[in-house]
């Protein structure tokens, strides 16, 4: 069955570090692969996906994310965070049947 | 932009009522999502739909319904409200293709009395 990890639930980071979020999910086939934020008390919004090709994607507000299928893993990346990043974030599985598993969500604080 | 407008952004509602949730969607997405979002669990799918009056079981299907009549619209029903459905619904919407990525609504937070 298709599920997707995301093994930590609060990270605190202060402003201007790296950022680094987990993901790793389990599915069968070829994944369709997403990571989505969400500001409090709002929906959600799409970063990235991946689909295909380059293993390396580029995203929205400066975010990035590498595919690698030896490690079923699709870790989103920010070079130096932002105050206005702190949120929750969703890494999410799309299946061929336009089915979509997300994980349970990192919530990210950031410290002046 | 694609747009997709829940009608309530907060409902409060006593156990027993039944409770209608809307969504509509001006990007005349083929696919249509109601998730259920609750700390520490993620969103979890509760109906999704991918034509108009076709509907299928998300994987906690057990106390809703839906309805969608036309394909801008997907509505969610409660028919008995319960206490433990007290939580944060999101619609959702997509193009029928692989890549298909989903948009979402703002949210209704609902809490059950």
């Known amino acids: 069955a298709q599920s997707v990890t995301q093994p930590d639930i609060h990270i605190t980071v202060s402003e201007g570090a790296s950022l680094e979020l987990r993901c790793n999910y389990s599915y069968g086939a070829t994944p369709y692969l997403f990571w989505y934020v969400q500001s409090p008390g709002q929906g959600l919004q799409l970063l990235l996906k991946y689909f295909s090709g380059d293993t390396l994607v580029q995203g929205i507000k400066g975010f990035e994310a590498e595919f690698k299928r030896s490690q079923s893993s699709f870790n989103l990346r920010k070079p130096s965070v932002h105050w206005s990043d702190a949120a929750e974030y969703f890494c999410?599985?799309?299946?061929?049947?336009?089915?979509?598993?997300f994980g349970s969500g990192t919530k990210l604080n950031v410290k002046p | 932009d694609v747009k997709v407008t829940q009608s309530s952004r907060y409902l409060v509602k006593r156990t027993g009522e039944k409770v209608f949730l809307e969504c509509v969607q001006d990007m005349d997405h083929e696919n249509m999502f109601w998730y259920r979002q609750d700390p520490g669990l993620g969103l979890r799918l509760i109906y999704f739909s991918y034509d108009v009056k076709m509907k299928e079981k998300g994987d906690i299907p057990e106390g809703y319904s839906v309805s969608r009549e036309k394909k801008e619209r997907f509505s969610l029903i409660l028919e008995s409200a319960s206490t433990n459905q007290t939580s944060m619904y999101l619609c959702?919407?997509?193009?029928?293709?692989?890549?298909?990525?989903?948009?979402f609504g703002e949210g209704s937070r609902l809490t059950v009395l």
């Open positions: 999410a599985v799309g299946d061929n049947f336009n089915k979509f598993y």
């Open positions: 959702a919407s997509s193009f029928t293709s692989a890549s298909g990525e989903l948009f």
